[in-house]
């Protein structure tokens, strides 16, 4: 066989690049042993090469599976063939299986990779669980209208998981990906994106005086709080704490007072634990 430059696949020339592998010889199994053993054990690459252009008529055939998906077929070609390299870096010739059914997985697994990425905005499967429904929940489904319940316990039995991840999985890929905001400038569209309907934070008079009456609460039981403390407690808390320009360090404390800076430590400490159970009690 004749190693030649990897193809590239292109949305223009898509026919034109399966043509093209198709072309390419199938390596008998000591071809195909002979090559790996050459690219292991002498880091050929031209060797490397070979088994991979022999392989990429599977690449295409795996893809054309996962059509349904609305992304390129290119774009699917193109992640299988870094996972038939993946496979061809790992493969052990000795094992006494076939390259083809050793790269199956690698291919599978980088076509569903890209597919969780860019299938949508929000990522519809993150859980070991949630991928396992995504690449099956459309093929086990009996119907194209909504799951029945017994339908959803066949599909949870043979998947291995949970009723409720069934039912929350057919939600997903039944929602659509809705623009935030409008993609033109008129007016009419602007009223009813969705943006439109998010209220801002500050906008809610409720919300707005719950919030000053927390603030309240809070400074009315901070001062409480500190009327509590010793004078010399409510120094050091008002000093470390409370000074707005510039806080005071332990060391300038301890002069001040006369004791270690450890000492201050601990009476801030103290005194912040006071403060904190007078705090709760009053809210």
Do not use: C
């Not at 599978?108 to 890209?114: C, D, S, V």
């Not at 929940?137 to 066949?154: H, I, T």
């Not at 906008?203 to 403390?229: D, F």
């Amino acid at each position: 066989m004749t190693v030649t430059a990897l193809p590239i696949p292109a949305a223009g020339s898509l026919d034109t690049y399966i043509q093209t592998v198709n072309s390419f010889p199938i390596l008998t199994q000591e071809e195909e042993t002979a090559y790996a053993r050459r690219f292991r054990e002498h880091d050929d690459l031209e060797a490397a090469r070979g088994l991979v252009v022999s392989h990429l008529r599977v690449v295409v055939a795996i893809a054309r599976g996962y059509m349904g998906y609305g992304l390129p077929q290119a774009d699917l070609i193109q992640e299988g063939n870094i996972g038939l390299m993946k496979a061809v870096k790992r493969f052990d010739p000795d094992r006494g299986v076939r390259l083809v059914s050793f790269a199956v997985h690698w291919i599978r697994a980088e076509i569903h990779e890209f597919i969780l990425r860019n299938w949508r905005i929000v990522k519809v499967a993150t859980t070991k669980a949630q991928r396992k429904l995504f690449f099956n929940l459309r093929s086990l489904k009996q119907s194209l209208g909504a799951l029945g319940v017994s339908e959803v316990r066949a599909i949870a039995k043979e998947l291995g998981v949970k009723n409720e991840e069934v039912v929350e999985m057919e939600t997903r890929l039944s929602g659509q990906d809705v623009s935030l905001e409008p993609a033109t400038d008129d007016d009419d569209d602007n009223a009813y994106a969705p943006i439109a309907y998010l209220a801002a934070e500050d906008a809610e008079p409720a919300a707005n005086l719950e919030r000053e009456e927390s603030a309240k609460r809070r400074s009315a039981g901070l001062a409480e709080a500190l009327e509590a403390l010793d004078p010399r407690s409510r120094r050091i808390i008002e000093a470390r704490w409370l000074n707005e320009k510039e806080s005071a360090t332990l060391h300038e404390l301890a002069g001040e007072f006369g004791v270690s800076a450890e000492r201050i430590r601990q009476i801030e400490v103290k005194a912040l634990s006071k403060m904190k159970g007078a705090m709760a009690a009053a809210a």
